[in-house]
């Protein structure tokens, strides 16, 4: 059965929210036993070769020069951003650098959205409202542990944002073209990182295949969160997206065995609630 087209957007970003969630873990454990740049540049590489064999395979139409500017703009920005996002998880916690980053990577586009698109239904900013109660909830301590990572955080949370802002402008061409171009330009970053840095060889080959894998799974996400972006709002597209932490944290309690506290349950809890609340038309 066809989803009904309110609920298409939605679809989108769930798919994302799986997909981010689960590169980020791989990204961010790869990072703990190789260099942080390398291992985004390897992210970033398998990504854009992915997105260039689908491009090959379905002959999407090309987007313009203005789309393709402003996503080579958003890739640069996302590309620092996750290079500095993996460098936070390797040296926190997974369970609180994740969604501290998103949180912050949401804010600025919601508000962005709201004054562009105008302000959503009083359901909907129920369900921002759950939505950031529930980051908030997942990203706490309560142990006593200290934030390890958490200032490099809120810089990637911020190169979060440019991505998702300059992917809405790119506007409505091609997911894959777009994907396509956003990994050239973070990878074009990584790229002069790792060079200027000489460490080539740091990073071995369990790292390497968690790396590729995890630059598969997150430009396929991209590609999604394209098209939710471009099928409903801005801000419903990157708050329900930003949940990804959820998947991060779960994965990281169930391989690692971090401490998950029954307020990360409840913060789960409240992200679940958010959904269909963001996802009324």
Not at 135 to 150: F, H, K, P, Q, V
Request: aromatic content about 10%; charged content about 10%; overall charge positive.
């Amino acid at each position: 059965m066809a989803l009904a087209p309110e609920f298409v957007p939605t679809a989108f970003s769930l798919a994302t929210i799986l997909l981010w969630g689960t590169s980020d873990f791989l990204g961010g454990f790869a990072s703990r036993r190789a260099n942080a740049f390398l291992v985004t540049a390897t992210v970033l590489l398998s990504g854009l070769l992915l997105m260039t064999t689908l491009v090959l395979i379905s002959h999407p139409p090309f987007p313009s020069g203005k789309s393709i500017l402003w996503a080579l703009a958003a890739g640069t920005s996302g590309g620092s951003a996750l290079a500095i996002f993996y460098r936070a998880l390797a040296e926190g916690r997974m369970g609180l650098t994740a969604p501290v980053a998103a949180l912050l990577g949401a804010a600025i586009p919601t508000a962005f959205g709201m004054m562009t698109e105008g302000v959503p239904r009083t359901i909907q900013i129920a369900g921002f409202f759950l939505a950031g109660l529930g980051i908030w909830l997942i990203s706490r301590t309560e142990d006593g542990s200290s934030a390890e990572g958490i200032w490099l955080a809120v810089l990637s949370g911020i190169g979060f944002a440019g991505f998702f802002l300059g992917m809405k402008e790119a506007g409505e061409g091609s997911a894959m073209w777009l994907s396509l171009f956003t990994r050239t330009g973070g990878l074009a970053v990584a790229a002069t990182i790792v060079l200027s840095q000489g460490r080539l060889r740091e990073i071995n080959l369990a790292s390497g295949l968690y790396s590729v894998l995890a630059g598969c799974l997150d430009v396929t996400g991209t590609a999604l969160f394209v098209r939710a972006s471009q099928t409903g709002r801005l801000d419903a597209a990157v708050v329900l997206t930003s949940l990804y932490p959820a998947v991060t944290v779960l994965l990281a309690r169930i391989v690692l065995r971090e401490h998950f506290t029954r307020w990360k349950a409840v913060g789960i809890f409240a992200a679940v609630l958010a959904v269909p609340l963001i996802a009324a038309q």
